[in-house]
């Protein structure tokens, strides 16, 4: 499977980035995480490093320019390797510039891989879920408990509630994903390539259903 490119979409609370990490894993794919390239990029001071830190710190959306191009530079450290992009494209005007990046490199997407999960579920995921402040350890009242309720069971922690899995917030960040995120699966559909997958079973199902379809 090496040499495959991959793109996993999905809405908050539908846990593609779990399932993006496993199948990376699977598959010997490189993980090119969005938040992860940012902060990274961040932390090393690089030119693009530096202009998205800027936007970073004043709450803003880094702009697509900046963006692509820290994708650009992963794509050219990657080479010919394969990966599975987690959190990009997000918009329409993001995958038209990926088709165009990956154009110029005599490459393609292979698969595109939509986790599809009903809001009401997610909204019942995410206004459950609890982490750790001290380790990021992340658990759920309903699915992943604790041996001691309300004690991360990695380091003891009392668990809090994110502000933005508060019921309300889950939602806006439901429609703002459903509004960008629309015109996304459109595009990829009309090019053949998406392939959903019912993000309402456990972790491993989903992962042996990605797995079964991608070979």
């Avoid at 992963?74 to 510039?97: H, K, M, S, Y």
Wanted: glycine share 10%.
């Amino acid at each position: 499977m090496a040499g495959k490119h991959i793109v996993i979409l999905g809405p908050p609370g539908s846990g593609k980035g779990t399932q993006a990490v496993r199948i990376a894993e699977e598959l010997d794919l490189r993980h090119l995480s969005t938040g992860d390239i940012l902060r990274d990029a961040v932390a090393g001071k690089t030119p693009l490093g530096r202009q998205a830190e800027d936007y970073m710190k004043q709450g803003a959306l880094v702009p697509d320019d900046v963006v692509l191009g820290l994708i650009n530079e992963e794509l050219e450290v990657i080479g010919n390797g394969g990966w599975i992009l987690d959190g990009f494209p997000r918009t329409l005007v993001q995958a038209e510039a990926l088709s165009e990046m990956l154009e110029a490199r005599s490459h393609r997407i292979d698969h595109v891989l939509l986790i599809d999960v009903d809001p009401e579920v997610i909204v019942e995921r995410l206004t459950s879920r609890l982490v750790c402040p001290n380790c990021n350890a992340v658990y759920n009242l309903d699915s992943i408990k604790t041996a001691v309720p309300g004690a991360c069971d990695v380091c003891g922690t009392e668990l809090v509630k994110r502000p933005d899995d508060e019921e309300e917030t889950v939602r806006q960040r439901l429609r703002v994903y459903e509004e960008q995120t629309s015109p996304l699966v459109v595009f990829y559909e009309g090019k053949g390539g998406l392939i959903r997958i019912n993000g309402a079973s456990g972790i491993e199902e989903i992962t042996a259903e990605i797995l079964r379809v991608l070979k």
